[in-house]
């Protein structure tokens, strides 16, 4: 019962350096999510996706692009790491959220840039 | 107007006491609301679904207002353990995505 698998679980980068935040599930859900958790902010929503193929933006998406080839990956890509994206990064599925249904997170991911 | 708004705390309150938060959405065609529970450092987890008019479980009990667009969570007899982060989420508009309040802090003191 593997649920939502993020990796790494922690990462220190420099500024400029791009790298791969990774995301999969196994419980064939359609929606997939990413977030970032800065202090006194909550969850602020990057990216989504509602199926395979389809991505859309949320709230705070620049500096990150995301791809959905498969129903059960959702990686998120830094393209040139910032200080500003040091955060905690949280990936989510469920099935549609106009279906009603519970939101299954990663353990998330702690990146800090310097 | 903002999709989900809370009160972002801490609320301090002594073991056993009752405690309540609310978290107001904007949209009114929303038909599911959840609260969530997060512990410093950990990812969010369902404490509770609201589809109708409420819901309860054990000393948890949340209920809806779908008049004044408020969904309410209620916890008796506080324990330590239930100092956490309570996240409100509703679906968005095009019930696309899920949205986040930013979270209501409950500090439990013995």
């Known amino acids: 019962n593997a649920g939502v698998t993020q990796t790494p679980k922690f990462q220190v980068l420099k500024t400029g350096q791009s790298m791969t935040l990774q995301c999969a599930q196994d419980?064939?859900?359609?929606?997939m999510s990413w977030y970032r958790q800065d202090p006194g902010m909550g969850l602020r929503l990057i990216h989504y996706?509602?199926?395979?193929?389809?991505?859309d933006q949320g709230e705070v998406p620049n500096g990150y692009n995301v791809s959905r080839s498969t129903t059960e990956d959702f990686p998120l890509r830094l393209l040139s790491a910032a200080p500003s994206q040091t955060s905690v990064y949280f990936c989510a599925s469920s099935y549609s959220p106009g279906k009603n249904t519970e939101a299954f997170f990663g353990q998330g991911t702690r990146l800090t840039v310097v | 107007r903002k999709e989900v708004e809370q009160d972002p705390g801490p609320f301090n309150v002594p073991e056993g006491a009752t405690v309540a938060f609310n978290c107001t959405y904007s949209?009114?065609?929303?038909?599911?609301f959840f609260w969530y529970r997060q512990d410093c450092r950990k990812e969010p987890k369902l404490l509770m679904s609201?589809?109708?008019s409420g819901n309860e479980d054990g000393r948890f009990t949340a209920q809806l207002n779908r008049a004044s667009q408020y969904i309410s969570l209620l916890i008796r007899d506080s324990k330590l353990s239930d100092s956490a982060t309570y996240l409100c989420?509703?679906?968005?508009?095009?019930?696309?995505?899920?949205?986040f309040g930013t979270g209501t802090r409950l500090l439990v003191s013995p």
């Open positions: 949209n009114s065609a929303s038909q599911s």
């Open positions: 419980m064939n859900h359609e929606y």
């Open positions: 609201v589809y109708s």
């Open positions: 989420v509703v679906p968005g508009r095009g019930f696309q995505k899920l949205v």
């Open positions: 996706s509602v199926g395979a193929g389809i991505t």
